[in-house]
């Protein structure tokens, strides 16, 4: 893209990159030189969104949802996207114009869209784009009042690694990613199981995602999770939905997760126990920590001995999904590239 921009006369010092965060903690230069590499650290400014920041007020969406969209963002010509059509609980996939709607949005936006869930009751599951999703048209609407120019989303699998690509109009992009999205993240799973063994790896910070999947595995009459969530960053900040203090919750939170009634405990494997971002796997009663896999198996060994125990083991619980008809997906293809 920047070879392209040298050949169109596009001179450095009219680009500019924008962390899309939306009401997620900024990211720091070593972040930013991991994401894009040296050379655009080296030539180009690196910003990150302040969801609290200067914006313009572009109207209200059919739902109300105000179109406050970061001035910077707005003051382009031309505005490219990049990032990942990948499996997403609340719009069923993530890409497209979720990288303005919350990417760039001012926080007043981001609540009322995000408290939809919340008010409206509204819930969905990883991969669902089944029916009426009012939470995707609120942010299709939102995306296009934006103005988002160019889209380029890939669809990733589970070793992190680009499998298809594509570039163009915004509003193209959800047909053709649902024509190869699906099957491409659908895993074939035979039956349910008494253990849950649930990895993290593209969302490691974002872990919570795998808890909720592996709740779904499990045998209606309970059982339990072992999540590996091996990172030193934590889990993500987020000024909605976060946890800020014994007392000081986001706007949109107020109470750690409720896991699922069937889920007797929640293993969290981790060298790098982080307590502050404990409440988005659950209670802490129903929480226990471990640095190594291999004393979560002495303690399931010695729990479910005698027994003939279903195991499921989950390679990227982040991204995955466990369509209930899996004939419609026969061949996932995560690991093709």
Avoid at 24 to 34: C, E, I, Q, S, V
Avoid at 124 to 134: C, E, I, K, Q, R
Avoid at 249 to 261: N, Q, S, T
Avoid at 297 to 323: C, E, M, S
Wanted: glycine letters at 10%.
């Amino acid at each position: 893209m920047l070879r392209l921009f040298e050949k169109c006369g596009i001179g450095d010092e009219q680009v500019r990159f924008l962390c899309a965060l939306g009401a997620h903690a900024p990211l720091d230069n070593a972040a930013f030189r991991k994401k894009l590499g040296e050379e655009a650290l080296e030539r180009f400014p690196v910003y990150n969104h302040n969801c609290y920041g200067p914006s313009e007020n572009l109207g209200k969406t059919a739902l109300g949802t105000p179109v406050l969209v970061n001035r910077e963002y707005r003051s382009c010509d031309l505005t490219i996207g990049i990032g990942a059509f990948v499996p997403h609980a609340f719009c069923g996939y993530s890409g497209g114009y979720k990288i303005v709607m919350p990417g760039v949005a001012h926080i007043d936006s981001i609540a009322r869209h995000h408290g939809m869930l919340k008010w409206e009751g509204m819930k969905f599951d990883l991969g669902n784009v089944t029916g009426d999703n009012a939470f995707l048209d609120d942010m299709k609407e939102f995306g296009r009042k934006a103005g988002l120019n160019i889209k380029i989303d890939l669809l990733i699998n589970s070793d992190a690694e680009g499998t298809d690509i594509f570039a163009g109009d915004p509003e193209s992009l959800y047909d053709y990613m649902l024509e190869k999205a699906p099957a491409h993240y659908a895993c074939p799973v035979a039956g349910k199981a008494d253990i849950v063994f649930a990895n993290v790896y593209a969302k490691g910070n974002e872990a919570a995602i795998a808890v909720a999947q592996a709740e779904g595995l499990l045998k209606d009459e309970g059982g339990d999770i072992v999540c590996l969530c091996d990172t030193d960053m934590g889990q993500v900040v987020h000024y909605l939905f976060g946890r800020f203090g014994n007392r000081s919750w986001g706007p949109l939170a107020g109470a750690p997760r409720r896991k699922d009634p069937k889920v007797r405990r929640i293993f969290l494997c981790s060298r790098y126990k982080d307590l502050a971002g404990s409440y988005c796997f659950g209670r802490e009663e129903d929480l226990f920590w471990f640095r190594d896999v291999s004393e979560i198996v002495k303690v399931l060994d010695d729990d479910y001995r005698g027994r003939t125990v279903d195991v499921h083991v989950i390679p990227d619980a982040t991204i995955q999904t466990f369509p209930d008809r899996q004939s419609e997906y026969p061949e996932g293809r995560l690991r093709k590239s």
